[in-house]
């Protein structure tokens, strides 16, 4: 069946970049997203890439999408402790959302 | 304001005693969605409906029942907890067509002892 992939924790130094990557199989998903849970709160979605885009930036956001590898990523630019969640990717494939596992993000100090 | 609600945001409760999680949104989308939240596993679809009076399972229905009389309103049913079902429900509102965003809303913290 259709699956999300990701690392599962990233710990960076604040102001340094954090990079989040994906795999996912289902090569129909129109859209992929990332979504952004802070702690003891609901999803909120971040950014999100339809599949005929290579790349979307957005502020301190970047998205990178490779299509052919299945590969979606999410750079943070400047992270600061604000950043530290747990992100989300997901695709939307045969009527639905398929969510990977999450990445904790640790910004430290 | 736009925003989808859950009650009760906690709940401990013991096993075989039914029990109901609301959910309501007020952006007047078509497409709901029951999601359960558990570690190293994201975030895992229980049950959807795509509109009054349609829904169907998600991946993991066992256990639970929803049902959609209104638009507005998605309750998730547990006839007969069970320890396995301690966990972190999400609920969705799909603004449909386009990009398809999901609005989530705060989350119940369920516990079932």
């Known amino acids: 069946g259709e699956d999300v992939e990701q690392s599962l924790f990233l710990s960076v130094r604040e102001g340094d970049s954090s990079v989040i990557n994906c795999t996912y199989t289902?090569?129909?998903?129109?859209?992929l997203y990332w979504y952004k849970q802070e702690p003891g709160a609901g999803l909120q979605l971040l950014t999100y890439?339809?599949?005929?885009?290579d790349m979307k930036q957005d502020q301190r956001l970047t998205v990178l999408l490779n299509k052919k590898d299945k590969h979606l990523s999410l750079r943070i630019a400047d992270t600061q402790t604000g950043d530290s969640a747990i992100y989300f990717c997901?695709?939307?494939?045969?009527?639905?959302?398929?969510f990977g596992q999450g990445t904790t993000l640790q910004v430290k100090p | 304001e736009a925003q989808v609600t859950q009650n009760p945001r906690y709940l401990i409760t013991v096993t075989g005693k039914k029990l109901t999680v609301t959910c309501s949104q007020n952006?007047?989308?078509?497409?709901m969605s029951w999601y359960r939240q558990d570690p190293g596993l994201g975030l895992r679809q229980i049950y959807y409906?795509?509109?009054?009076?349609?829904?169907d399972k998600g991946d993991v229905p066992e256990g639970y029942k929803v049902s959609r009389k209104e638009k507005r309103n998605f309750p998730l049913i547990l006839e007969s907890p069970s320890p396995n079902q301690t966990s972190l429900y999400f609920c969705a509102s799909i603004k449909a067509g386009g990009t398809d965003t999901q609005y989530f809303g705060p989350g119940t913290r369920l516990t079932v002892l």
């Open positions: 409906s795509m509109n009054v009076e349609v829904t």
């Open positions: 952006m007047n989308h078509e497409y």
């Open positions: 890439i339809f599949s005929n885009m």
């Open positions: 997901a695709a939307r494939g045969a009527g639905k959302l398929i």
């Open positions: 289902d090569s129909s998903s129109t859209y």
